[in-house]
């Protein structure tokens, strides 16, 4: 094997200037074997739509791509096994938003994509202090992860349309607390593009050094 060509993303070694941002895809690599995923399932999979055209969006920016998935209990698992385990039957979601190779891809324990896991690390080194929050369900790891992600001071923006919840309810509580007590962008992506929100961030930076 040569080991001067890396199989996956790499990362600088140091932390770089902050400013990028970068799109989180949460659990949507996903059997959807659990309870109530009959209810889940065709939600994630309308949410895969925006969720691909954002991930087109962001690659052809030059911009990061980080998958944040959970183990499901298979506590050795990997990328790999996980992505194979999807599509071992058809699976819609998982299809059309299947890792490329230049995607990160970190693997949770827990609700939060910050919880024992290395996004703590990996975002300064890519030099990301701007969040993009998709996936499911938004109630929970979306939730968890994006309270996470605003007490490290990330600007969030979880597009409404790449998201989704087993309950409509409770995903809307979710998305009204993330933008009233996180400072949230929660616009759809066909209401808001990746340049006008980025410009928006770079508006309110330059009012603030002002300031």
């Known amino acids: 094997m040569n080991r001067d060509q890396p199989d996956g993303p790499q990362a600088p070694d140091h932390d770089q200037p902050r400013g990028r941002p970068a799109l989180l895809i949460i659990d949507m ?33 030059g911009y990061p791509v980080i998958y944040v998935n959970d ?26 938003l299947k890792p490329q190779d230049d995607d990160f891809f970190i693997i949770k324990p827990q609700f939060s994509g910050f919880y024992a896991t290395n ?18 369900a938004t109630d929970i790891c979306i939730l968890f992860t994006a309270a996470d992600a605003h007490m490290r001071d990330y ?19 979710a998305l009204d607390t993330m933008r009233e007590t996180m400072s949230a962008q929660t616009h759809a992506s066909d209401a808001l593009s990746l ?7 770079d508006r309110q930076d330059d009012q603030h050094e002002k300031a």
């Open 29 to 61: 690599i996903n059997c959807f074997d659990f309870p109530g995923s009959e209810i889940l399932e065709p939600k994630a999979a309308r949410a895969a739509g925006a969720i691909l055209r954002l991930k087109k969006e962001m690659i052809s920016a």
């Open 71 to 96: 183990n499901f209990g298979e506590w050795h698992s990997e990328r790999s096994r996980l992505v194979e385990r999807a599509l071992a039957r058809p699976n819609r979601v998982a299809g059309m």
């Open 119 to 136: 996004l703590p690390v990996l975002l300064p080194k890519l030099g990301v202090s701007r969040l993009i929050l998709t996936g499911i």
């Open 155 to 173: 600007a969030l923006w979880i597009p409404r349309d790449a998201v989704a919840a087993e309950s409509d309810e409770r995903g809307q509580f």
């Open 195 to 201: 340049t006008d929100w980025i410009e928006q961030l």
